[in-house]
């Protein structure tokens, strides 16, 4: 499906509002609207099929995460949990200076990034399929990011134990979270201590376009992590660290 006129406007004035001038990607982005909207009719990747869902929901929540300051030239990122490319994507449309690796355990899903990563032609962007408990464990991968990234995967506590054993001492993770968010940072302290990191920041924000609430909780490594951690692949779901 091709973005309609007012789609491009929705996402140029949304994206004027981050104070982002997204005119130079419109044609990406377009060309990632009609990737994703023609894939989802077959593959079910993501529940947000309208026009100014994927306009707002996807692409502008992506770029929110742009709002935190520590996204420096030359930084090394993972998407932990990307799904169909978010926040990853659009964020290495608009970030050529940045180095992205997104991550996912669904085949399906990192065949359709793999496939729009091409399309889009974005030589600083890689897809992985893989599980996050995995990764963390391979010393090509463990500690070796200066930050990662992740959009609805889990709860804080078990995002964590995904996250910070991905990212070098002195780096940040930056979770994407809707409105209530200040019980699951309490109960999560615990755990971000465990596996070397302290809570930083929460960025409250409005999401431009829909006006909808969004906090970017954003964690800094202090400390490596222990290497017991991460456990095996869906022990953190299961038994979460406290
Ligand atoms: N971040 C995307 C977004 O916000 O649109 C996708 C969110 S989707 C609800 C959660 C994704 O996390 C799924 O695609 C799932 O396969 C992936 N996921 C969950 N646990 C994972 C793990 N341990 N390692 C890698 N991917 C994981």
Known sequence: M??????????????????????????????LFDLL????????????????????????DSLSCLRYSGFTSGLSV??????????????????SDIRFDLLDATQKKIGFVTKAIQNLALPNAQALWGRAEDLGR???????????????????AVTAELT??????GGFVLVQKGAEVMGEVAEAQGAVRKLGG???????????GT??????????????????????PGV????PLS
Do not use: C, W
Not at 39 to 56: F, K, M
Not at 138 to 156: D, I, M, N, P
Not at 164 to 169: A, D, E, I, S
Not at 198 to 208: A, D, G, N, T, Y
């Open 236 to 239: 953190p779901a299961k038994n």
């Open 211 to 232: 006006g909808d609430t969004r906090h970017l909780i954003i964690l800094r490594k202090v400390e490596h992590t222990p290497p017991q951690y991460p456990r095996k």
């Open 37 to 60: 909207t023609t894939a989802n009719q077959n593959l079910n990747l993501t529940a947000i099929r309208d026009e100014s869902g994927i306009v707002y929901k996807h692409f502008i």
């Open 198 to 208: 302290v809570l930083e920041e929460v960025i409250h924000l409005k999401l431009p």
């Open 78 to 95: 993972i998407d932990v949990g990307t799904g169909a490319g978010f926040p990853g994507l659009p964020l290495a449309v608009v970030r």
């Open 164 to 169: 910070l054993p991905l990212v070098q001492v």
């Open 138 to 156: 391979q010393s090509v991968k463990r500690e070796t990011y200066g930050a990662a990234l992740t959009r609805a995967v889990a709860a804080l």
């Open 2 to 31: 091709q973005m309609s006129a007012d789609g491009k406007q929705m996402l140029l004035r949304a994206g004027a509002e981050l104070g982002l001038e997204l005119e130079p990607h419109l044609t990406r982005f377009a060309l």
